[in-house]
T-cell receptor
Framework: NAGVTQTPKFRVLKTGQSMTLLCAQD?????MYWYRQDPGMGLRLIHY???????AKGEVPDGYNVSRLKKQNFLLGLESAAPSQTSVYFC????????????FGQGTRLTVV | GQQVMQIPQYQHVQEGEDFTTYCNSS?????IQWYKQRPGGHPVFLIQ?????EVKKQKRLTFQFGEAKKNSSLHITATQTTDVGTYFC???????????FGPGTRLSVLP
């Protein structure tokens, strides 16, 4: 089983460029999440989705957009990248919100120069 | 700001020594989860605690949820080099909320 797969694994962007990170899960999970991980900050929730066609803002949504057109995919977009968005991005999925574990992808290391 | 705190931020131990990390929340939690992230890896679920005062064990790992459901701890007995990584707690405050992760405790084990 692939679980949660993120594409790409690494990316370097110039300030102002745009890009989309793709997350795909094959576990038929309803919930999907995008986190960013910065040193000493743990994992901070950017956006999440409770089902196909739905999205909601998390703790740090500014500068990001998301879409969940298909249940298995959750896309994270950066319209105009900034150096402050240099981070490691993790996608996760879970069958529910409460009393269920989250399964994480392998992460995308993004550097904005 | 951070609603879930963890101490210590870093811990270096000699192999065979015990290790404990503490997780504290400013508000009462519905439940709490613990994750482990190996260096260069992704977080992996370890356990979930739901009941006040709950204690769960996984081999050398002991997890505890405080009576007031505002704190939790992870204790590792006789650490091994395979225990190296960052341990995160994630607290859930209730309906309509999402899990909030603590900043993590990075464990180094010297052979």
């Amino acid at each position: 089983n692939a679980g949660v797969t993120q594409t790409p694994k690494f990316r370097v962007l110039k300030t102002g460029q745009s890009m989309t990170l793709l997350c795909a899960q094959d576990m038929n999970h309803e919930y999907m999440y995008w986190y960013r991980q910065d040193p000493g900050m743990g994992l901070r929730l950017i956006h999440y989705s409770v089902g196909e066609g739905t999205t909601a803002k998390g703790e740090v949504p500014d500068g990001y957009n998301v879409s969940r057109l298909k249940k298995q995919n959750f896309l994270l977009g950066l319209e105009s990248a900034a150096p402050s968005q240099t981070s490691v991005y993790f996608c996760a999925s879970s069958p529910g919100r409460l009393n269920t574990e989250a399964f994480f992808g392998q992460g995308t290391r993004l550097t904005v120069v | 700001g951070q609603q879930v705190m963890q101490i210590p931020q870093y811990q270096h131990v000699q192999e065979g020594e015990d290790f404990t990390t503490y997780c504290n929340s400013s508000t009462t939690l519905s439940n709490i989860q613990w994750y482990k992230q190996r260096p260069g890896g992704h977080p992996v679920f370890l356990i979930q605690l739901v009941k006040s005062g709950e204690v769960k064990k996984q081999k050398r790992l002991t997890f505890q949820f405080g009576e007031a459901k505002k704190n939790s701890s992870l204790h590792i007995t006789a650490t091994q080099t395979t225990d190296v990584g960052t341990y995160f707690c994630a607290g859930f405050r209730g309906y309509g909320q999402n899990f909030v992760f603590g900043p993590g405790t990075r464990l180094s084990v010297l052979p």
